[in-house]
């Protein structure tokens, strides 16, 4: 929270000079006497008015222009625009990437953290991803050697499966080399168009490898963060000499997600108030409850400001949210707003029908899966960015060729977007695997191309007999369920050939 408010600022800050303004017309008003009291003071005997008065010696603590003065204070902040927080671009990721270093060696099957210490390990880095839901996280095994298990996803079902097949046993080099996963780590993070962090999962540190973590580099290292998946009496005094690093030990509650979640958040608030290409929030709208408030007040009869603020406020903070009809809330939030609301709730689809803005709306559709309605509301907006989601929507729904179309539109419309002719190779490429696979699996009934003549080997009572043996009558198709059940789901052998492969490949 307080690095959110080290950007605080004011969009229009000219409209702060208002305040000494309202301040002195406030002391001019409050401090001059009332007329009615002169004309009292001449109409009786000094005497007899202080008899008559009732505490009307004594000043009132609360007046009206109080009120207003406040109101009209609040009305300048609002004016001057506070902000903190820049508006995220709804194309891109709305949080920061993650790249998961996991230490994979023999040590991790220590069982002083039940069962062990890697199993533990892989049981939080699940908990984190279903935290992160939606958020893109990547995936590096290390020990000897560092290697890629997965690169930056959205999906968790592709991590779970690679998760449960890393072992000791597929890594291709024993030991404990951090430093080559942290540069596996920051390759994999500079090619992302959002600034990341990196956590390592590890039980121990090699002090050889703080060469690595210290080196200088061009341009700024992302932050580190180590989950030590050891003992809290293991003591691991090397990693506080880490620079712009954060070590926070494993709990067996959420307390670790969460301040690793919290380091996350600072990351990505600082890479958006970094960037100059978005605007800055004005929050300046939050301040119209309050004078909302002191404005119903003002029109109260007989000014009972104290207790009627004190019931307001009251009532404000104890009505409870779901109380309010539906009706009720499009009288206080637009349909964007809603909209924002239900897509921090993860609420996709409501969020995209409650949207009015084109590029939530698309952008929300696209994150609910509707991509070919995510596609329709980016075809409507005329920005290379519409037309790259555009684009991106069609890949997901297997319209390759109207893709390919979309992104050729974004380069036409922005002549230097790395991004767009990404993803234009991407979709040739796949529009070419899927022509190729098509076409060695045509059997030529629909081209005219067939065989010949049909000849049997075995016509003439050579060659070896063969039989034939048919299910039988009564037995049933297999199941959905006991065809997946027959598939070995196992990764482990995947990987080690995949780490081998690669191993085999790197210069020596």
């Not at 689809?349 to 803005?357: E, M, N, P, V, Y």
Request: glycine share 6%.
């Amino acid at each position: 929270m307080i690095e959110t408010f080290s950007y605080f600022h004011f969009l229009r800050p000219l409209w702060l000079l208002a305040l000494p303004l309202v301040a002195a017309l406030w002391v001019w008003i409050r401090w001059q006497p009332r007329q009615s009291s002169r004309l009292q003071a001449d109409a009786f005997a000094p005497h007899l008015l202080t008899a008559l008065q009732v505490g009307g010696s004594a000043p009132r603590k609360l007046l009206p222009i109080d009120g207003v003065l406040l109101a009209a204070c609040l009305l300048a902040l609002a004016v001057a625009g506070p902000t903190w927080t820049r508006e995220p671009n709804p194309l891109l990721a709305n949080s920061a990437p993650l790249v998961v270093a996991l230490k994979v060696t023999d040590s991790m099957l220590n069982s002083d953290l039940a069962p062990t210490r890697l199993d533990r390990a892989r049981f939080k880095l699940k908990d984190l991803i279903t935290k992160r839901a939606g958020a893109r996280t990547a995936v590096i095994a290390y020990s000897g050697s560092a290697h890629r298990v997965s690169p930056l996803t959205e999906d968790a079902n592709i991590l779970r499966p690679l998760l449960d097949g890393l072992a000791p046993e597929v890594m291709p080099i024993s030991g404990n080399d951090a430093g080559a996963a942290l540069a596996l780590a920051e390759e994999i993070l500079d090619k992302s168009s959002t600034p990341g962090a990196i956590l390592f999962l590890l039980d121990d540190f090699d002090p050889s490898d703080l060469a690595s973590f210290r080196s200088q580099k061009d341009s700024p290292r992302p932050p580190v963060i180590f989950l030590v998946t050891a003992p809290s009496d293991l003591a691991l005094p090397q990693l506080d000499r880490v620079p712009n690093s954060d070590v926070i030990r494993l709990t067996v509650d959420d307390r670790d997600l969460n301040q690793i979640d919290r380091q996350l958040n600072a990351v990505y608030i600082a890479a958006l108030a970094g960037d100059e290409r978005l605007r800055w929030q004005d929050r300046g709208w939050l301040l119209a409850w309050p004078v909302a408030l002191l404005v119903l007040i003002w029109f109260r009869p007989g000014w009972t400001m104290r207790w009627a603020m004190c019931a307001g406020i009251f009532l404000g903070t104890t009505t409870p949210k779901t109380a309010m009809a539906e009706g009720w809330i499009d009288w206080f939030l637009t349909s964007d707003q809603q909209g924002q609301i239900a897509y921090n709730n993860l609420e996709f689809s409501r969020a995209g029908d409650l949207f009015i803005d084109p590029y939530w709306r698309g952008y929300a559709k696209f994150r609910a899966g509707h991509y070919a309605d995510a596609a329709q509301v980016f075809a409507t907006i005329d920005t290379p960015e519409a037309a790259l989601a555009e684009g991106m929507s069609l890949i997901r729904n297997r319209q390759y060729r109207p893709a390919i179309a979309a992104f050729e539109l974004a380069i036409e419309r922005r002549t230097d977007y790395p991004e767009a002719e990404t993803n234009l190779e991407v979709a040739k490429a796949i529009l070419d695997y899927v022509e190729t696979t098509r076409a060695q699996s045509d059997t030529g009934e629909d081209t005219g191309i067939g065989a010949d003549d049909m000849v049997f080997d075995n016509e003439a009572g050579h060659g070896a007999d063969s039989r034939i043996v048919a299910p039988k009558e009564n037995a049933a198709p297999l199941t959905g369920e006991q065809w997946m059940s027959a598939i070995d789901t196992n990764m482990g052998g995947f990987l080690r050939s995949r780490f081998l492969l690669e191993q085999s490949m790197r210069k020596p």
